[in-house]
């Protein structure tokens, strides 16, 4: 497919600026609490992807950052809405939980939105992604680190979508979206190797087209992308996916993103999508 015929459609995402961003505990294997993070160069970086977005004409609410919570800039993780509908987090460590209260307070303030509080651990769309144009619409979750089994069947009857569950095998790679990504409402990227032989038969099953990413692009974080159909936004790092998404016809746009990285994390985790 050629440049052209990649359409890109307006999102509306969140994003929270990493005024209080530290690693001062390692709760994946990314983290080192023994090297001191540049939070002023993380705000920097960050402003450049809120910059990169507006300019490619979508909104881009703005979740105030609360003290104490150093995790708080990976925004994708405090909820996953669908259609009005927002399923809340519930956090896996108890050192971000009281990030979900201010994603919770963020849609109650905004009005427009069903929120419905979880019973069950999930990281939101760290663990959660939608294809709008798959089979109807479907929800893909992963599970084995953070987000317990029981919240896909718990979204599934919130959201009224088929939810697909995957299971995570890979330390390295403890939220679906850092081995699998949308690249528009109906096609995927991942890195199958970050996935259970049996979740590898279904991926493949459900999307015999996906473009494929090796190790070397998991670990630059080259999944952990942001698209609107068709700019494909990328971290720095991550050239060799750069070329391969360019090569399926969308257009890369890189961001130097190498702070967030020390906390595991990378353009999507910073940026959730609010699907009204
Ligand atoms: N330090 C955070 C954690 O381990 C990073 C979260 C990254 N977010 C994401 N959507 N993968 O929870």
Same mark, same amino acid.
């Given at each position: 497919m050629s440049h052209a015929?990649?359409?890109?459609?307006?999102?509306?995402?969140?994003?929270?600026?990493? *005024?209080?961003?530290?690693?001062?505990?390692?709760?994946?294997?990314?983290?080192?609490?023994?090297?001191?993070?540049?939070?002023?160069?993380?705000?920097?970086?960050?402003?450049?992807?809120?910059?990169? %977005?507006?300019?490619?004409?979508?909104?881009?609410?703005?979740?105030?950052?609360?003290?104490g919570l150093p995790d708080?800039?990976?925004?994708?993780? $405090?909820?996953?809405? @669908?259609? =009005?509908?927002?399923? $809340?987090?519930?956090?896996?460590?108890?050192?971000?939980?009281? *990030?979900?209260?201010?994603?919770?307070?963020?849609?109650?303030?905004?009005?427009?939105?069903?929120?419905?509080?979880?019973?069950?651990?999930?990281? =939101?769309?760290?663990?959660?992604?939608? %294809?709008?144009?798959?089979?109807?619409?479907?929800?893909?979750? $992963?599970?084995?680190? /953070?987000?317990?089994?029981?919240?896909?069947?718990?979204?599934?009857?919130?959201? $009224?979508?088929?939810?697909?569950?995957?299971?995570?095998?890979?330390?390295?790679?403890?939220?679906?979206?850092?081995? %699998?990504?949308?690249?528009?409402?109906?096609?995927?990227?991942?890195?199958?190797?970050?996935?259970?032989?049996?979740?590898?038969?279904?991926?493949?099953?459900?999307?015999?087209?996906?473009?494929?990413?090796?190790?070397?692009?998991?670990?630059?974080? =080259?999944?952990?992308?942001?698209?609107?159909? /068709?700019?494909?936004?990328?971290?720095?790092?991550?050239?060799?996916?750069?070329?391969?998404?360019?090569?399926? =016809?969308?257009?890369? @746009?890189?961001?130097?993103?190498?702070?967030?990285?020390?906390?595991?994390?990378?353009?999507?985790?910073?940026?959730?999508? %609010?699907?009204?």
């Open positions: 015929e990649r359409l890109p459609r307006n999102r509306t995402y969140l994003m929270c600026p990493p *005024e209080h961003f530290t690693v001062e505990y390692a709760i994946n294997p990314w983290m080192n609490t023994e090297f001191a993070v540049d939070a002023a160069l993380a705000v920097q970086q960050w402003e450049a992807l809120r910059a990169t %977005l507006t300019d490619l004409g979508h909104e881009v609410h703005v979740l105030d950052p609360r003290p708080m800039v990976y925004s994708a993780n $405090g909820a996953f809405s @669908v259609d =009005g509908t927002v399923y $809340g987090a519930r956090f896996r460590f108890p050192q971000r939980a009281d *990030e979900a209260v201010a994603h919770r307070a963020f849609y109650a303030d905004a009005g427009r939105w069903r929120f419905v509080a979880p019973e069950h651990v999930n990281e =939101g769309e760290g663990d959660f992604a939608y %294809l709008p144009g798959a089979y109807g619409g479907i929800v893909l979750a $992963g599970y084995g680190f /953070r987000t317990d089994p029981a919240a896909h069947a718990e979204a599934q009857e919130v959201l $009224g979508r088929p939810v697909v569950s995957l299971k995570l095998v890979d330390p390295a790679f403890y939220h679906l979206d850092t081995a %699998l990504a949308a690249l528009d409402d109906r096609h995927v990227t991942y890195y199958p190797d970050a996935f259970s032989p049996a979740s590898q038969r279904v991926l493949a099953q459900l999307f015999p087209d996906a473009l494929l990413a090796d190790r070397e692009d998991a670990e630059a974080f =080259g999944l952990n992308l942001v698209s609107d159909g /068709r700019h494909v936004i990328l971290n720095t790092e991550a050239s060799a996916m750069g070329r391969k998404v360019r090569d399926a =016809g969308y257009l890369p @746009v890189h961001v130097n993103l190498s702070e967030l990285k020390r906390g595991g994390g990378s353009v999507k985790c910073a940026v959730a999508e %609010l699907r009204p």
